[in-house]
């Protein structure tokens, strides 16, 4: 499928969630099939000044393409100046923010707090259209709450400003990440506009992904929290989607120590060893799901402070685990 003039080869994609999709995170979902990835959240505002922390949000000129660069904010000034300096970063399309719905972003008017005014969304879109030839989506929410679930009117006002695909997240921003996400929600907004719609909310797994797929429609899922600590995720949903109902089994330990590894590798590449490291105790935390002995592992990782002693954890999961291949 295309999103514009993108070419999208797959069915489940990396959404954008502010401290996990970094650079290092984004290439390693991508070398495990994601379709596409998305960036970490980046203020509208702030893309317009040469802010170090910024910058290093917004580049993608490294990532594995395609990568969608995502902004937020409230004006559709500021997202017109931002869209004219997004293509130096290097991305293949601009994301417009309209679901987050933490209260320091939907706070200030941004985020899902923008789902109130149908019509500024439209104008915010239109305003990324005039200053950029990079295909422009949009992720929106169900609602702001259960009495105004309105996605099919923000999605129609976004379709009509020229947005190339539109993600819809099922939960409405009172949910915040709670209970379940209202799948019926993304079938209306996929048979109420044209261009495609990106599914999200509750895909965990490959049958998961799958029965989004069934039952909204919708041309591919977006995959979150599902994803954190569990990069294979989409290689298991490439393999139940194009082969039969193939449903592969997670990594056996090795594997699942080499791709901890390999990403931490990448994030100290990224940020510096005592940053990433700082930054790894959650992510390793997350890897170690499952495994014999997580508890006290985790409450190790949360203690990390160099490569070495990642190496020292490492090397206790191993033995703990090795008659699990």
Not at 26 to 32: D, N, S, T, V, W
Not at 78 to 87: E, P, Q, S, V
Request: net charge neutral; charged share 20%; proline share 4%.
């Amino acid at each position: 499928m295309q999103i514009g003039n993108v070419e999208i080869v797959g069915r489940a994609a990396l959404a954008p969630m502010a401290g996990v999709t970094d650079a290092a995170y984004r290439r390693l979902c991508a070398a495990f099939g994601a379709a596409y990835t998305v960036t970490e959240m980046v203020s509208a505002k702030a893309i317009q000044y040469s802010y170090e922390k910024t910058s290093q949000l917004a580049d993608t000129r490294e990532d594995e393409h395609p990568v969608f660069l995502q902004l937020f904010g409230s004006d559709p000034f500021d997202f017109g100046l931002a869209a004219r300096k997004a293509a130096a970063f290097g991305p293949d399309g601009i994301d417009i923010n309209m679901g987050c719905p933490v209260p320091k972003v939907a706070g200030n008017g941004a985020g899902s707090a923008l789902m109130k005014d149908p019509a500024k969304c439209g104008a915010i879109v239109a305003a990324v259209k005039r200053n950029t030839d990079l295909p422009v989506t949009v992720k929106i929410r169900a609602g702001w709450d259960q009495e105004h679930k309105n996605a099919v009117e923000v999605a129609k006002a976004c379709e009509a400003a020229g947005a190339d695909a539109i993600a819809v997240h099922g939960r409405t921003r009172d949910q915040m990440y709670m209970g379940h996400a209202d799948w019926d929600i993304i079938r209306q907004v996929k048979e109420a506009v044209q261009v495609p719609v990106i599914g999200n909310g509750d895909v965990v797994d490959a049958q998961s992904a799958c029965q989004l797929l069934d039952a909204t429609g919708c041309d591919l899922v977006l995959v979150g929290r599902g994803a954190m600590g569990n990069p294979w995720v989409f290689r298991q949903i490439n393999a139940y989607l194009t082969d039969s109902c193939t449903i592969l089994p997670p990594p056996g330990i090795a594997e699942r120590i080499v791709v901890i590894r390999r990403h931490m590798d990448a994030l100290c590449a990224l940020k510096g060893e005592d940053r990433a490291m700082r930054e790894a105790r959650k992510h390793v935390g997350w890897y170690l799901h499952g495994v014999r002995g997580a508890a006290q592992f985790r409450r190790q990782a949360g203690e990390l402070c160099t490569l070495g002693d990642l190496d020292r954890l490492l090397a206790q999961v191993y033995a703990a685990n090795q008659g699990e291949e």
